[in-house]
């Protein structure tokens, strides 16, 4: 069973748009949860993190939301950029474990 | 970028040969990860390790086995391969816990004929 899903396996957004993706879970053990972004042949990087004692986080252009109760994350790009067309994966983890479960990714296509 | 090497970063291999990845990591990180994707799966743990000969299993570990002589070096084997093994098989690496996030290498992808 997924415990981590993402059930928009793509998204097209206009540049100076914002993109939003999403992310639901099931474990309400999760306790840290990261966003990655991925380009062909490469591997994912990591783009940021909340921890379940907030329920946002900033970084530039990108930020996060946890919603506990609805055991639900989001990340939000604003403005969105042609750079930033790639696969998006959620991923969490418990406290007790550094173990990475993930979603099976979101395909961002920002177009002009 | 963190320092992580994947080697080799494709292989064509035969059903039934060993095959091994190699992880190499310049950051003097404890812990690290071999995890597989594949279309619809996102990215699955195969195996990790926290330390030197520290290791342990993930969501996905039948059919491979690991080894971590050094704490730069973490080595992915399959013993016999399977066609159901050719995937892209990245390597991560983290300080540990504590809410660091992993940093992945570029891959390898691995076919099985």
């Known amino acids: 069973d997924q415990q981590v899903k993402q059930n928009s396996p793509s998204l097209s957004v206009q540049e100076g748009r914002i993109s939003i993706l999403n992310c639901d879970y099931t474990?309400?053990?999760?306790?840290?949860f990261l966003w990655y972004k991925k380009y062909p042949a490469e591997g994912p990087t990591f783009l940021i993190s909340?921890?379940?004692?907030?329920d946002k986080n900033e970084d530039g252009r990108f930020t996060v939301f946890l919603n506990k109760s609805a055991k639900h994350l989001s990340l939000h790009i604003v403005p969105s950029q042609p750079g930033d067309s790639a696969v998006y994966f959620c991923?969490?983890?418990?406290?007790?474990?550094?173990?990475?479960?993930f979603g099976t990714g979101t395909r961002l296509q920002v177009f002009p | 970028d963190a320092g992580i090497t994947q080697s080799p970063r494709h292989k064509v291999t035969e059903t039934g040969t060993p095959v091994t990845l190699r992880c190499h990591q310049t950051?003097?990180?404890?812990?690290m990860y071999w995890y597989r994707q594949d279309p619809g799966h996102g990215l699955r743990l195969i195996h990790y390790?926290?330390?030197?000969?520290?290791?342990d299993k993930g969501e996905v570990s039948d059919g491979y086995s690991v080894s971590r002589s050094k704490t730069e070096d973490f080595l992915l084997t399959l013993e016999s391969a399977t066609s159901s093994q050719t995937s892209v098989y990245f390597c991560?690496?983290?300080?540990?816990?504590?809410?660091?996030?992993?940093?992945f290498g570029d891959g390898t992808r691995l076919s099985i004929l």
């Open positions: 950051e003097n990180h404890r812990y």
């Open positions: 390790s926290y330390g030197v000969k520290d290791t």
């Open positions: 991560a690496i983290s300080g540990g816990f504590g809410n660091q996030p992993q940093h």
């Open positions: 909340i921890s379940s004692i907030k």
């Open positions: 991923a969490a983890s418990t406290d007790n474990t550094d173990k990475l479960i």
């Open positions: 474990n309400s053990m999760f306790d840290y």
